[in-house]
């Protein structure tokens, strides 16, 4: 078993719940990677794919993904390119389309505006969580619950999570570890 953790626009590795996540998994025993992608400037799909390129051969059947705003869109394009499915993908504050901010649609473009195979990524992943709360200052929740409406999943309401980062005190997220840890074990 192993997990990637996955940031979104302007983030990195080192915010918000993704150290702790990272390191109550690795307690468990299971390896987790937080790949650094390029953010905001060079952020395009097709360069978060090439970074991506050095971790492809972790990923299996016993792969968990989390990801974190944008990082959601970026992990459902790796669910249409695998060849065989992962175990669970966890998506926070995670959307589908614009979000109707100009810089930030102008950003996401690549991500989020483009044709999905969703019944490809259904089936290259065992199951999914979609975590959203009702005051996220970037993502609707209506972003969310479309979200959750084409993977097939009843989304999970956060109340009070703004974005579910740091600034809205989400330096932990046991929420979302207690239900990794219920993926991951048999």
């Known amino acids: 078993m192993n997990a990637f953790v996955i940031h979104g626009s ?19 025993g299971c390896p987790v990677f937080v790949p650094r992608f390029p953010t905001p400037e060079g952020q395009s799909l097709k360069a978060w794919l090439k970074a991506f390129e050095e971790y492809k051969a972790q990923v299996d059947e016993n792969t968990v993904f ?19 499915p992962v175990k669970a993908c966890f998506f926070v504050a995670g959307f589908v389309g614009a979000l109707g901010n100009p810089e930030f649609d102008a950003m996401n473009k690549s991500f989020a505006e483009k044709e999905v195979d969703w019944e490809k990524i259904r089936k290259n992943c065992g199951k999914f969580f979609v975590f959203y709360s009702g005051n996220d200052p970037f993502v609707p929740k209506e972003k969310a619950q479309k979200l959750g409406q084409m993977l097939g999943t009843k989304p999970i309401l956060v109340k009070g999570a703004g974005h579910f980062n740091s600034k809205a005190g989400y330096a932990r997220f046991p929420l979302l570890l207690e239900k990794i840890k219920t993926a991951l074990l048999p």
């Open 66 to 84: 989390a990801g974190h705003s944008l990082g959601p869109a970026f992990i459902l394009s790796v669910l249409e390119r695998l060849e065989k």
């Open 10 to 28: 302007f983030g990195s590795p080192e915010e918000n719940w993704f150290p702790w996540l990272k390191a109550e998994l690795e307690k468990i």
